[in-house]
Structure formats: structure tokens, C-alpha cells
């Protein structure tokens, strides 16, 4: 990771692109206008054919047609055509290169603030639900800036337009003719207030069936090993029809309103009232019979234009809710970076009454104070939910404790610099995560500088330069394509890249199932390699390997509520000798075992006293 650097103070952190919704739109503004006044002047031109008809009308039906006055109009109508034509192409054109741009500007800033964000922040939230902001919420802004701003402007002024002119004509008979609109509005209301009291549920269900997606697709691997394809399938299967059924839910009564209210708004439905009118009002003498066409030609266009506007309405609300997300992920407060970064003198890790919740008012972590010398060996043990994952978090900064101080060297970990940091703390997770890259590659994600001897010599302290041998093209064959790796080789390889990398402070998830014994002794020699000589914390989910561990925390509900080495614990009689208890009787019952499984990994290593 690059060294990142303080911002001045007084300066939003980063860089100079726009980080606020409004400053990304506000920059694509002058576009938009544009395209839309240009929009509209192709909305008016588009009215001059009709208006011809009628004036045409007029003139040849005079007692003596005047060819000058006929032709004038058929030339101001072939001018009105092309720059209708003319105007429109360049709305279209000058919407889209806004779009284009909002976009990218879009696209760029949050990538930038997930850069900088907690990877905490970034977990919680999930692949799916971030995907739909960066993808889908980004298209259904593009919608807005292409589509919804210009097309609502001519929806409004062209039929305007076109009422004020007829209304010159006859305004009674235009009232006629607009007497759909209020119906329709009527109907627009009722479906709205249905629709906005649902949008929120349709949203969280897309939400649900995204996680539940990419939860599906990720995990595939996993669940297929263990045999569990039904029971993911069928989590999968049930949030699209919880989806399925909250937007149909959702939809049938607007359906129900949009069908009739549309049907009013109809230029048949028009025609009918239009030609009922036109022909009450030339009986009755209150208009001349040739100032019907106008409204027939015209007045047909009146009303449909309204459904536009209602449908411009739509995708400038969902564009809106969408702004709302991209809005907040812009927002993300980056983790915040040293003004006056410090290093730290040596590898001791010091944890000083940390309090810390993923909701400051309900803390996960109370007050919890531990050191682990340099060169030692620390394990986290606990109850699941007791705090383990939170706390090895809180060393390479996925969060920062609302009180307390996390030292790494004497320096509070806020006060170093991000890229120093990662050169100091490095962590291998359970879940075990490539590129779709070469083995090389995702080796050199650690180390970008190392060699191919490095790589090799790396590959082979975890057992698996053989394996890498066999592979059709070493370590340039591509993970997922020709080189597919089984559960524990992957696990390896992960260790491999830690080794690379180099830190001398390690935070471990000791894995808590592997594939077969077999590749259970291979990643555990790989571990003991990897653990010697540094700084390890390491949340262990079998306690036999860690017998040997120079310190053992025991979390329970967030506080440590015993510390020590595994024989002084044992003798304690407290919570971990219950939980070593348990664990004895269930790996003897499992398989007999357990002897050789004592005793393991962390037991050789470390500054034993
Ligand atoms: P352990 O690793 O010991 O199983 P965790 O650190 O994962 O425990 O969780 C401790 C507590 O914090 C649990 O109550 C868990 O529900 C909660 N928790 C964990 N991760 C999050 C998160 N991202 N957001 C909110 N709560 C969380």
C-alpha cells in the first residue's frame, strides 16, 4: 500500500475530486441545462407541423388563397422540422456526454472512498449491497441526468406551449380538452402514496437478493464441499421470492390506478371529448367550425404528454433514493490518517483499556487490556460472539476503539501512518481469498518487488512447490483456470503470501475446519514456519494447538476474564479449563487423536521462559 499522507488542515481528506453528491452533479449542471433547454426548443418545433395544419386550413379555404402566405408556412414548417431534428440530436448528445461524466466522476470518487474507508465499514456492508451502489444506483443516476431532467422539461413545455396557443384559438374548448389532467392527477396521487409508502420494502428486498447472490455464487466452493447445496440454494431461492412477492405486492394496486388513469389520459379518450365538444360548440354557434382542427391535431398531444411527466416523476424519485446511497457511501468517513505520522520502536503490541461497539453505545469490548511482548506467541480464546474477531481487528485498524489506546511499538496505531502500519501488521484470514490472477501474481500482492526465486523459495516452505510444479504453466497458471486448488493448498498459499509480505506482527484466524488430516499437518507446519519469530495474536478455535502459546486471553462477553499460559489456566479451574475439558472429550470421542493433535503448532515457538 502506497505511504498515504495528511491532509491540510481544513481540507476535506483526499484528493481533489468532488466527494459530495452535490459537487459530482453540480459539475455535470451546466450539460444538463443545456441538453434540456435545447430538449425543449425541439419539444416547441415539433409543435409548428400541427399548428401548419391548421393554418393551412385557414388559408386555403379563404375566398382567394394567398401562395405567398401558403408557402411561407411550408417553409417555416421544413425550417421547424430540422431544427426539431437538429435540436433534439443535440440534447440527446450533450445529456449523454453528462452522463458519461457523471459517471465516471461518480465511479471514481466512491472507489476512492472505498479505498480509504474502515474495512469494517466495508464488511459489514457486504459485496452485494456495495455492488448495487457502485452499479445499479450509479445506472439509475445515469437515468437521471440522460433521460428523466431533459424529458420532464419537454414533457411540461411542449404541451404548455401548446395550450396557449389553442387557448388563443378558444380557450373554452381547451379547458374541454384538458379536463383529463385533473382526473389523472387524482389517480397519479393515490398511486404515488401507495408507491412511496412500498419503495423502501421493494429496495430492501433487492438488497436481500443481492447479498443473497453474491453470498450464493461466493460461497459456492464451500458449500458444495460441505455437501450443503440444497440449504444455500434454498436461501437463495427464498430471498427471490421474497422479492418476487414484495414487488408484486407492491405493484398491483398502482397497476390497478396506472390502467385507468392512463386510459384517460389517452388520445382517444381525447378525440372523443374533442369531437363531442367541437361539435356542441359549432352547433351552438360559439365557434367556427374550421377552429376545431387545431384541437383535433393539437389538442390530441394535450393531455399524453402528462404521462411522461409522470413517468420522468418515477426516475427522478428512484434516481433520488439512489443518490441517497451513492450519497452515503461518498460520505464514509475515511479512517482518519495521521497529521504528524510517528513510527514505532520495535513490535510490541499493547492493548490499553480498549473499548470499543460496532454501535458506539453498545460496546463489543470492555475495557480490555493485554501486551504481547515482542516475539511471542498471544492466543484469543472464547466463546463464539465473545469479541475475538472484533479485537484482532481493532490491530491492523478495520476499526478504531471509541476509548483506549491499541500500541503497536510504544505508538498508538492512529498515530502511523496507513501504509506504514500494513508493512508492520499483517493478517491471514479463515477465509482465504484470490485474485483471478496468476499464483505469481497473487503471491506478489504482498511483496510487488520479490523475485521468482523468492516466490519459489516462499511456495516451497509451505509444502507446496511440488504442487506448483505440476501446475501446466507453475506459477504463471491463472488460480480458478488451470490452477485449482484444493481447501488446505489454498490455505498455504495464503500463508505463503503472508511469509512474502514479511510483517513482523501477524494476526491469524486459525481455521476451524480443514479439508482431511493430511492437509491439516501441512497448513500447521505452514503456520509454524510462518508464526516464528514475530508478534502473533492468533484466535484459536482448537485449543490444542495452542498449548504451547506464550500468553492465552480468554474473552468472555467482551472482557478478559483470564490470562495466562495453558497449564496455569488449566490448574485455575476457570472458563478455559471447563472449555479444555470439553474440547479433551470431544476430540477423543471424535477420533482418538487427540494426543497427537496436543502440543501443535505454538507450542515449539516462542520466548518460553
Ligand atoms: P467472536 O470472534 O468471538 O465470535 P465477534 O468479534 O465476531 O466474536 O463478535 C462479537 C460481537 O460483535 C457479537 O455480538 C457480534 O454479533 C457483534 N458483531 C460482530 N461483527 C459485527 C458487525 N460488523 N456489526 C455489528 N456487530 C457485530
Given at each position: ?22 459537487a ?28 401548419a ?162 453470498e ?31 414487488f ?9 390506478i ?24 359549432v ?10 382542427v ?10 399524453a ?37 510517528r ?60 476509548r ?21 501488521i499483517?493478517f ?68 505463503a ?24 499437518a ?31 486471553i480468554?474473552?468472555d ?21 471447563s472449555?479444555?475439558?470439553t ?27
Amino acid at each position: 500500500m502506497p505511504e498515504q499522507t495528511a491532509p491540510p488542515a481544513g481540507a476535506p481528506p483526499g484528493s481533489a475530486a468532488p466527494r459530495t453528491l452535490g459537487a459530482l452533479t453540480a459539475a455535470v449542471r451546466p450539460k444538463v441545462i443545456a441538453a434540456s433547454v435545447l430538449a425543449a426548443t425541439a419539444g416547441l418545433a415539433s409543435l409548428v407541423p400541427f399548428v401548419a395544419v391548421y393554418l393551412l386550413a385557414v388559408a386555403l379555404s379563404a375566398a382567394e388563397p394567398d401562395p405567398a402566405r401558403v408557402w411561407t408556412i411550408v417553409a417555416v414548417t421544413v425550417a421547424a422540422v430540422v431544427a426539431q431534428f437538429l435540436c433534439h440530436g443535440a440534447a440527446v448528445s450533450l445529456s449523454h456526454a453528462a452522463d458519461m461524466d457523471l459517471q465516471l466522476r461518480l465511479r471514481r470518487s466512491m472507489a476512492e472512498r472505498l479505498a480509504g474507508a474502515p474495512l469494517g465499514w466495508i464488511a459489514e456492508r457486504g459485496a452485494g449491497r456495495l455492488k448495487n451502489t457502485l452499479q445499479d444506483d450509479v445506472e439509475d443516476m445515469h437515468y437521471l441526468v440522460a433521460h428523466a431532467v431533459p424529458d420532464f422539461v419537454v414533457a411540461v413545455s411542449t404541451p404548455l406551449a401548446a395550450a396557449v396557443y389553442l387557448a388563443f384559438v378558444d380557450w373554452r374548448l381547451t379547458l374541454v380538452c384538458l379536463v383529463g389532467i385533473p382526473c389523472y392527477l387524482v389517480g397519479y396521487r393515490a398511486m404515488m402514496r401507495v408507491a412511496g409508502s412500498r419503495m423502501g420494502a421493494i429496495g430492501a428486498a433487492m438488497g436481500r437478493l443481492n447479498s443473497a447472490v453474491v453470498e450464493f455464487v461466493q460461497g459456492i466452493a464451500v458449500v458444495k464441499a460441505f455437501g450443503q447445496t440444497q440449504r444455500a440454494h434454498s436461501r437463495f431461492a427464498a430471498a427471490a421470492d421474497d422479492y418476487l412477492e414484495t414487488f408484486s405486492s407492491a405493484n398491483r394496486p398502482i397497476l390497478r390506478i396506472q390502467s385507468v388513469s392512463t386510459g384517460i389520459l389517452s388520445p382517444a379518450a381525447t378525440l372523443l371529448v374533442v369531437a363531442l365538444a367541437g361539435t356542441v360548440f359549432v352547433g351552438q354557434g360559439w365557434t367556427a367550425a374550421i377552429d376545431v382542427v387545431p384541437f383535433l391535431t393539437l389538442g390530441l398531444g394535450l393531455t399524453a404528454p402528462v404521462l411522461a411527466v409522470g413517468l420522468a416523476g418515477n426516475s427522478l424519485r428512484a434516481a433520488r433514493q439512489a443518490a441517497g446511497r451513492v450519497g452515503e457511501l461518498l460520505a464514509v468517513d475515511p479512517l482518519p490518517e495521521p497529521a504528524a505520522p510517528r513510527s514505532p520502536s520495535g513490535n510490541r503490541v499493547e492493548l490499553r483499556e480498549v473499548t470499543f461497539g460496532y454501535d458506539a453505545d453498545a460496546p463489543v469490548l470492555h475495557e480490555v487490556s493485554a501486551v504481547l511482548p515482542e516475539g511471542t506467541v498471544t492466543a484469543l480464546v472464547g466463546p463464539s460472539g465473545a469479541g475475538k474477531s472484533t479485537l484482532a481487528g481493532l490491530l491492523p485498524r478495520f476499526a478504531d476503539p471509541q476509548r483506549g489506546q491499541v500500541l503497536l511499538g510504544g505508538v498508538d496505531v492512529r498515530d502511523i501512518a496507513p501504509g506504514e502500519l500494513y508493512r508492520h501488521i499483517g493478517f491471514v484470514l479463515q477465509d482465504v481469498r484470490f485474485l483471478r490472477a496468476s499464483v505469481a501474481d497473487n503471491l506478489r500482492l504482498a511483496r510487488p518487488g520479490a523475485t521468482d526465486a523468492d516466490l519459489a523459495e516462499a511456495v516451497a516452505a509451505v509444502g507446496l512447490r511440488e504442487r506448483i510444479d505440476t501446475l501446466p504453466r507453475g506459477l504463471d497458471s491463472l488460480i480458478g483456470e488451470d490452477a485449482l486448488l484444493s481447501g488446505g493448498e489454498a490455505q498455504r498459499l495464503s500463508i505463503a503470501r503472508a511469509l512474502l509480505a514479511d510483517t513482523p506482527v501477524l494476526v491469524l484466524d486459525e481455521a476451524t475446519a480443514y479439508a482431511d488430516p493430511e492437509s491439516e499437518a501441512t497448513v500447521q507446519r505452514a503456520l509454524t514456519r510462518l508464526i516464528a519469530g514475530r508478534t502473533v495474536l492468533v484466535i484459536a478455535h482448537r485449543l490444542g494447538s495452542i498449548v504451547g502459546a506464550d500468553n492465552i486471553i480468554v474473552l468472555d462477553q467482551g472482557r478478559v476474564v483470564e490470562q495466562g499460559r495453558h497449564d496455569a489456566l488449566v490448574a485455575a479451574g476457570g472458563l478455559y479449563a471447563s472449555m479444555w475439558r470439553t474440547y479433551r472429550r470431544h476430540t477423543e470421542d471424535a477420533d482418538g487423536r487427540a494426543a497427537g493433535r496436543l502440543g501443535g503448532t505454538y507450542e515449539q515457538i516462542g520466548v518460553t521462559p
